[in-house]
Every structure is written in C-alpha cells, then in structure tokens.
C-alpha cells in the first residue's frame, strides 16, 4: 500500500514482492521448525517509515491470539537488515531485501538468513513515484525507463 500522497503524484509498479523473515546466520529460530508461536516469541525489529510497530504479519497473528514484541523501529528495510545481522531480533522485509531476485544485485547484507514466515501476510507492490512536472523532463524519463527496465528483466 503506498499510503496517501497529493492527488497528482504519479506512480507506476515495477514489481510485486511478498515478505520473509530475516536473521542473522546461526540464530536459535534456524535450529527448529519455525511456528506462529516461536515466531511470535522472538523479538522483533520492525522498518516503517511512520515509525509504526505493527505492520502485515501482525494481523495474521492477532488471528492467532499471538503478537509480535517489537522492540525496535527503523526507517528502513535496509536498517531492520543490519540490525538483524548483528543481533538475534528477527527483521520482517521484502523478499527482494534479501534475495536481490528483483532488483538485480545483491543486497549487500553478509551474515543474514532468510526464511519463510508461518503466517500467510499481503504482498506488497513496489513502485516508483514522481511529480508530473518530471514527466516532460527528459533525464527523469530515462531513468524512470531504465528502473522500470532492470526490475522487468530480473522478475
């Protein structure tokens, strides 16, 4: 969902991303099968740019009488990432996060595991946005294009 932004903001989806679990390479949730409860149990850093606590997963498990204990809220995946490598708090970002599937590179994070969550959450779309004054711009077209281009041929 991209929120509420002025009425003449033009967007455009590059892709479609679903969300995963992060941790940093050798933590306890790797070592079991991973369920809602355990899940659940672990402590949380989350990423919103609204400084929010809660976000997709925490519906699936309000559902199961379970919540998230989130003790940390960043502005970004990227910094939700970091934090999980260096700590055993679970991150929640896009799959590409981790992957890199979609953007076309790696993502930069050494040390992080990846893994599916136990709980079915909404994907999310990934899009580019910009002001139609932009539109006639001839370099902001071009790179819009260009991003358009490389998130195409890497999904």
Known sequence: MLGRFAPEIRTQTLFRDDFVGAVRVGHPLLAVPIT????????????????????????????????????????????????????????????????????????????????ELPVATTGIAISVMWHPRMDADAGHRWLRGLVLDVCRKSS
Not at 57 to 68: F, M, P, S, Y
Not at 92 to 103: E, F, I, N, Y
């Open 36 to 115: 809602p409860e355990q899940y659940a149990a672990c402590k949380h850093v989350a990423s919103s740019r609204r400084g929010t606590f809660t976000g997709p997963v925490d519906a699936a498990l309000a559902a199961l009488g379970l919540t998230r204990d989130v003790v940390v809220v960043v502005p970004a995946f990227s910094d939700a990432l970091r934090i999980a490598a260096r700590s055993d708090l679970v991150a929640l970002v896009p799959r590409s996060c981790v992957t890199g599937d979609k953007a076309g590179s790696a993502p930069g994070i050494e040390g992080i595991a990846m893994f």
